[in-house]
């Protein structure tokens, strides 16, 4: 039974929900003010691995991703831009869906931008004044009240002591110091005179939202029995998700949040990975280098709980680890499984099949996952001489289970070749009748020349010859 480690326990906990049952995951989206970075890549591929991996399980899922499309950060950019916040912001998601396109994520059910929230934001504010969660500023803006919320701290458990009554600290000017904006008030801020800034009308006058608010509006409007698993950053834990939490108890008591998942920082030059302190490497350009079935594998091979401290060493040995495993299949896949097996070699399926699970089930024991490919392509190596109908039965289980991790879903010879560091004999060999129809064509013998462009294609690779070079493509 598949156990997941959850933030608000501090336990693993069994994934205790009916297959009947839609399950709703909600993951905190990016603020869309810059290109996404590996921080990024790394928290989204893990829950598209989550997904993936659920929905292999039999489960049904509603994937709940939200854009926050308007913030101090966007504004200020746009304004820098000299460009209006809705383009900047249309066109940053823009570039944000081609780089998570491009990784191979599975794209949300539901992907709402904040600014598509206001109306329900608006309607959840009013809602926490009404019952006293929330309370209106001298300079205009709307707080919550977190003396007034009895799970305040619950999730992170920093400021548990707030409800101790000897306890001070937190108040300044009779204001509690951690009590958070909801809704901004326009008309009384700096922006004022900024002819770019964005606001809404509400109760409390020209303003918009808090950061925190939008994510309990958008969870409670499109995960309508609750939230299952609630995911993000660990960075997210303080004060975003406790802040989320509180809002969302405080709005519907009944709203259940079951699990929260935090998936470890990135840490690039001993610093966390992060725009704002201008330290990361964007996604696109990794792909520029890499394969993006390079960058899940090298990011699977860290358990999403622990801090992935980012070496390039360790994305050149994915990609050589990749390299080896799809030169097995391509070295076995094409032969179709028509024979019987025995019962040993069901048996030794079987204790693949098995390890493959109970590291799944084991809270996303992925780094595992990433051995087992590995031990098992190697296997495959060592018995495809002797047997090769076990051989062609655990390449199908090996490309299965990479498949479920979004992994091994490429045309091995294309995979190959992509990564030319490391040829296999066959990509080195279509490489060199290439470089050889190339100089046929050079010295003018044509007959050759197509010969050997006919002997590519039934390999699988098509010519295209432009006015001073040859371009190739697989079939
Ligand atoms: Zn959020």
Known sequence: MLKIFNTLTKMKEKFFFSYKKIINIY??????????????????????MLIRYLQNIG?????????????????????????????FSLRMISEMKKDFFSLGLLEP??????????????????????NKYAYIEKNGDVLFSIKNCSKYGKLSRRLINIH?????????????????????????????DKKDSVFWDSPWGLGRPGWHIECSAIH??????????????IDLLFPHHENELAQSCCINSDFPIHFWMHTGMVILNNKKVSKSLNNFITIRSLLL???PEVIRYYFLSTHYRHPLYYNENNLIISQKILN???????????????????????????????KFYNAMNDDFNTPKVCSLLYDLSRYINMIYKNNRILARALVSDLIYFGNI?????????????QNPSIYSKKMNFINKLIKLRMYYRDIKKWELADKIRNKLLNLGVKIQDTKNNSIYRFL
């Open 59 to 87: 489960y049904v899922t509603n994937y709940v991703r939200n854009i926050t499309d308007i913030d101090d950060k966007i504004i200020n950019r746009a304004i820098n831009n000299n460009e209006s916040v809705k383009n």
């Open 289 to 291: 280098k890499y394969h």
């Open 109 to 130: 059910n539901y992907e709402p931008k904040v600014t598509e929230s206001i109306t329900d934001i608006i309607s959840i504010i009013k809602k926490l004044i009404n």
């Open 405 to 417: 991790l979004g992994l091994l879903k490429t045309n091995p010879e294309k995979f190959l070749f």
């Open 164 to 192: 101790d009554k000897k306890n001070t600290d937190f108040k300044k000017n009779n204001v509690f110091i951690k009590d958070f904006v909801l809704w901004k008030n326009f008309l009384l801020k700096k922006q004022t």
């Open 220 to 233: 409670q409007r499109y995960c309508l029995d609750g939230v299952d698993i609630h995911g993000g950053g």
């Open 324 to 354: 080896r495993i799809y030169t097995v299949i391509s070295d076995n896949y094409l032969i179709l499984l028509t024979d019987v097996l025995d019962f040993k070699d069901k048996k030794i399926r079987n204790n693949f099949k098995k």
């Open 27 to 48: 993951v905190c989206g990016v603020t869309t003010y810059d290109f996404c970075h590996i921080g990024h890549a790394r928290t989204f591929l893990i829950f598209d």
